[in-house]
């Protein structure tokens, strides 16, 4: 009965991979959100849906890609991976720009 | 959104009450405050926003000065599961989503 749950947990791969991570929640939200924690731990805004429509891109490289589905889905794609794109992922989402929900996190490292 | 400021880290000993000031002196009068806490390895959780009204919940207090310059975030009796960082930011109703600072990182201790 997890709020906003993304998947996997946790992610290990190499260099130059393309892997996705996948979001969905069940509180009935229409604006969903990618963001990015580093090392120094700024969490910072990457991407946002409200109703499948993109309406927030920061500035991000284009080996970035979000795909919304439907309104409960929001996932994550990226291609060829790099070293600094190693970082903790949290998915969230909210009622219009209400209060965020945000899921536990996906750990990439990249090698 | 205006900037806010936070000190680096706080101690509160578990059952005090725990004080988290936050400065946003170039607040605009649109712009509510919000908190926000990160447990370790866990995602942000909401704790509580407002705008000129201090405010309450079951997590915390929410006090705001009358000139919208500083607010404080008071959890009345910390315990141990307290221990997070905590993140205050301005934010209009019509603005979507933020970037979280540093905020400050609240050790709660036996």
């Known amino acids: 009965d997890t709020a906003v749950s993304q998947t996997p947990k946790y992610l290990v791969t190499q260099m130059g991979n393309d892997k996705s991570i996948k979001c969905e929640q069940n509180?009935?939200?229409?604006?969903m959100y990618w963001y990015k924690q580093d090392s120094k731990k700024f969490l910072k805004i990457m991407f946002s849906?409200?109703?499948?429509?993109?309406?927030i891109n920061e500035t991000v490289p284009n080996r970035f890609s979000p795909k919304s589905p439907d309104k409960a889905h929001l996932n994550l794609h990226i291609n060829s991976l790099e070293l600094g794109d190693s970082a903790v992922y949290f998915c969230?989402?909210?009622?219009?720009?209400?209060?965020?929900?945000f899921g536990s996190g996906t750990q990439l490292s990249v090698l | 959104d205006a900037k806010t400021t936070q000190p680096t880290s706080m101690d509160c000993a578990e059952g005090r009450a725990a004080n988290l000031p936050c400065n946003h002196s170039?607040?605009?009068?649109?712009?509510?405050v919000y908190w926000y806490r990160q447990i370790h390895s866990q995602g942000p959780q909401y704790i509580i926003h407002?705008?000129?009204n201090n405010e309450t919940n079951e997590m915390a207090s929410l006090i705001i000065t009358e000139d919208r310059k500083s607010s404080t975030l008071i959890l009345p009796h910390a315990t141990l599961r307290d221990t997070a960082v905590y993140y205050c930011?301005?934010?209009?109703?019509?603005?979507?989503?933020?970037?979280f600072g540093k905020g400050t990182s609240l050790l709660v201790t036996p």
């Open positions: 407002g705008l000129k």
């Open positions: 969230a989402s909210s009622l219009s720009n209400e209060k965020l929900f």
């Open positions: 509180l009935g939200h229409d604006t």
């Open positions: 170039t607040i605009s009068g649109n712009e509510y």
């Open positions: 930011i301005a934010l209009t109703n019509s603005g979507y989503a933020l970037n």
């Open positions: 849906y409200n109703n499948k429509e993109l309406i």
